[in-house]
Each structure stands twice: as C-alpha cells, then as structure tokens.
C-alpha cells in the first residue's frame, strides 16, 4: 500500500538521510480524544481503560500516514504551510489499520463482562479511532513497539526497510530549496525513488503535480500565495 508522511522540510530531509522515520508517542498527539473514544459507564470498568491506556502509552507508539499526497488542509497542517515535504511509502497492507471516524465516543456497559470479541473489538475502537472531524486526513496507522531512544533527540524512531520502502519525495507548492538537497539526502539509497515538486491547480481546490518541477517561474506556474 503506497502511504503518506507530510513533514517540514528539514525533518523530511533528516529522516531520509538518516533514512528513518520518526514515531508518534500516543499521548503526544493532537486529538485530545486518543484511547478515549471508549467510555464505560460503570466505573470499574471506566478505570480498566484508563489503566489499559497507561501501560499502552508506555509500551507502543504510532506511525501515522495518510492515502492521499494531494490534500490542501494536510500540506496545510503537517507539511509546514506547504513549504515542507510530503514522503510516499510501500507498507504492506498486513501491518496497516485503517482509521474509524466517529460522531461521538462509544459508550458501553461492564467491560469485564463483554465477550472476547467485544473487547478485541472495543480495543480496537480505542486504538485507531478519532474524532470524525479529523477524516480529511484520510488516516492510516502501523502501530510500533518503542525499543531504543535516540539519545540526541529523545525520540523514537523506525528504520526504513523492505516494511517501510520510500518511493516519492515530493516538494510542496512553497517549497523553497533547488532540488538538490533532497537529491543530496537520498544518495546512497537503494531503489528508485521519484522527486516530484508540487503546485496549486488553477482548476480545483487541489494540489497537483508541477510539470515543470523546480525550475518552474513562480509567475508561470500558478505557485500559491504569490
């Protein structure tokens, strides 16, 4: 499955560089609702999920990607402005899930007593579900076991393999570098792997590939916000 990564452009051209990718700790990230899309209204059963929510906190972290390379609120939000990078991934379909959107949280009743296909289904819910305002994203995650931090940055990190193989590096519509740097970072790299800049569509509400790559004129390309 070809997957996305939207960065700044620093970021994206250290990660392929060190060709690694960096992880999302599930307490870190922006939706307030993460692992709390669940509440049960009896209170033992209310704090099991939180106390299931800690050690799951402490233990895995979280890839997070989106289906689509093109969408103006994504470069908008995670790709710096539409300055940064986008990164397109082969990940097998087997390690993936899929995002479920929800209008409000899942109330339930005595999580002790549910089935065992309740509760596979119910931490499953906890673990890839958010809020349905965030579907633009179009989100798809690989869940990860933390192992070493990387001592220079406190971070955690996931090495690019045959299970996370790079494939695009594309420019924003603001990206404001030659191709160079990006052409620097992937030496070495095995495989191929396609350099595309990115503008705006005079058209459509959407970002497209730019023909002309990056030696496009601003003035001639329709690059946004000029």
């Known amino acids: 499955m070809r997957l996305y990564h939207y960065l700044e452009a620093k970021w994206a051209l250290d990660d392929i560089r060190r060709r690694r990718l960096k992880l999302s700790k599930i307490d870190d990230m922006n939706d307030p609702y993460e692992w709390k899309c669940v509440r049960a209204l009896d209170e033992p059963s209310q704090w099991a999920l939180e106390k299931t929510e800690i050690e799951i906190v402490e233990i895995y972290s979280v890839q997070c990607y989106s289906r689509s390379w093109n969408n103006v609120l994504m470069w908008?939000?995670?790709?710096?402005?539409?300055?940064?990078?986008?990164?397109?991934?082969?990940?097998?379909?087997?390690?993936t899930r899929e995002v479920q959107y929800l209008e409000s949280p899942e109330l339930v009743e005595n999580?002790?007593?549910?089935?065992?296909?309740?509760?596979?289904?119910?931490i499953d819910l906890l673990m890839g579900a958010k809020y349905h305002g965030w579907s633009y994203e179009q989100e798809i995650r690989?869940?990860?076991?933390?192992?070493?931090?990387?001592?220079?940055?406190?971070?955690?990190?996931?090495?690019?393999?045959e299970r996370l193989k790079l494939r695009e590096v594309i420019a924003g519509a603001k990206f404001s570098?030659?191709?160079?740097?990006?052409?620097?970072?992937?030496?070495?790299?095995?495989g191929d792997v396609q350099i595309v800049k990115a503008k705006r569509s005079e058209t459509r509400f959407e970002i497209v590939v730019d023909e002309n790559g990056f030696?496009?004129?601003?003035?001639?390309?329709g690059l946004p916000f000029k």
């Open 177 to 190: 570098m030659s191709k160079g740097p990006i052409e620097d970072a992937l030496k070495g790299y095995p």
């Open 215 to 221: 030696n496009a004129d601003a003035a001639t390309t």
């Open 76 to 95: 908008s939000h995670y790709g710096d402005r539409h300055k940064g990078i986008c990164l397109g991934f082969d990940i097998p379909d087997d390690l």
């Open 142 to 161: 690989v869940n990860a076991s933390r192992t070493d931090m990387d001592e220079e940055t406190h971070q955690y990190f996931v090495d690019f393999s």
């Open 111 to 122: 999580v002790a007593d549910a089935s065992t296909e309740e509760k596979i289904r119910l």
